[in-house]
């Protein structure tokens, strides 16, 4: 190789050398590495190269699993949906539900406020009641009481 490099004939024409490799198909490196070989990066070695795929398979397989990907959040988001779409299904039968509740209470306080009613009735009934008792003599309230009392007497002279 060093003498390869000590020829002038084997140097690089190419007088712009900042940042970029110069090379040329039958240069030294050629000359002692051999043929360019497809999907070998050259001046590496032997171990890495490229996938051998082009940028449109490359590109494919990028388009393919972001579809997918797109395609599983979709998958989600409907069963996210499907989910919420229950629950609001649940909430609307618990709404009905509460309001036939909302009835039933109405209904009750209603009936508490005539069981109220009935029994103010009922204390004035008594209240009534109890000032006609003391108005009539006793004598007067139940004629049983008179049959008794009249069966009662025995004249003391017979």
């Not at 000359?31 to 497809?38: H, L, T, Y």
């Not at 590496?44 to 972001?66: C, E, Q, W, Y």
């Not at 009936?111 to 009613?117: H, L, S, Y």
């Not at 009735?121 to 009534?128: F, G, K, S, Y």
Request: glycine content about 6%.
């Amino acid at each position: 190789m060093k003498e390869l490099m000590a020829d002038p004939a084997n140097h690089l024409q190419s007088s712009d050398t900042t940042g970029s490799i110069a090379w040329a198909p039958d240069d030294v490196f050629a000359k002692v590495m051999g043929k360019e070989r497809k999907g070998r990066i050259r001046g590496v070695g032997f171990g890495p190269s490229p996938s051998g795929r082009s940028s449109k398979n490359a590109l494919t397989d990028i388009d393919t699993h972001s579809g997918q990907a797109r395609d599983n959040e979709v998958a989600q988001l409907k069963a996210t949906l499907a989910t919420m779409e229950d629950k609001l299904a649940d909430f609307d039968e618990m709404k009905e539900k509460l309001a036939g509740f909302d009835e039933m209470k109405e209904k009750l306080s209603q009936f508490e406020e005539m069981e109220q009613r009935m029994a103010r009735m009922l204390h004035q009934m008594q209240h009534i009641s109890s000032q006609c008792n003391q108005d009539i003599p006793l004598a007067q309230q139940s004629p049983a009481l008179q049959k008794s009392s009249a069966a009662s007497y025995q004249p003391s002279s017979l």
